[in-house]
């Protein structure tokens, strides 16, 4: 079988560009748990009380309103006020997610950053991502959101 110039130079190049991309280096790989972090870190702990409060006051509010308008009202219009009512605590507990998340995962950057870790996974109890090696960076990333 002969090879063209063509073909041989494509083969060449992927061969070059395999070996450059296995031996870049040890990839390293940290880890959290994020229970600790959710019990522990300060930030995260005022967010969800936060959240918390907020969400329960919508409900309270939204299930006083719709008791004062139950018997004014159709039971088409009613679901339907119900349903809009769901739909702001559901956008409510969204927005405390998002917000969650994004504090984390900027603490989660930032410690990637200073120990150079090509990737940070949250460690559960259950269900080990790292079962050897790995960095646990758990009091780093509770540091972090103090």
Do not use: H, W
């Not at 748990?33 to 939204?62: C, F, H, T, W, Y």
């Not at 006020?81 to 769901?86: F, H, L, N, R, V």
């Amino acid at each position: 079988m002969k090879l063209t110039k063509k073909s041989r130079l494509l083969i060449a190049a992927a061969f070059a560009a395999s070996l450059v991309m296995t031996g870049c280096g040890k990839t390293q790989i940290g880890y959290i748990d994020g229970d600790r972090i959710m019990k522990e870190a300060p930030q995260i702990q005022s967010l969800v009380e936060e959240g918390n409060q907020k969400i329960q006051e919508a409900q309270d509010e939204a299930e006083k309103d719709l008791a004062e308008k139950k018997d004014s009202m159709s039971d088409e219009d009613f679901q339907k006020a119900q349903q809009e009512a769901q739909r702001k605590v559901a956008g409510l507990n969204q927005s405390y997610s998002i917000q969650l998340k994004q504090k984390l995962d900027t603490a989660l950057a930032d410690v990637a950053k200073e120990k150079k870790l090509d990737a940070i996974v949250d460690n559960q109890q259950m269900q080990k991502t790292v079962v050897e090696g790995g960095i646990d960076v758990t009091d780093e990333a509770i540091q972090k959101l103090q």
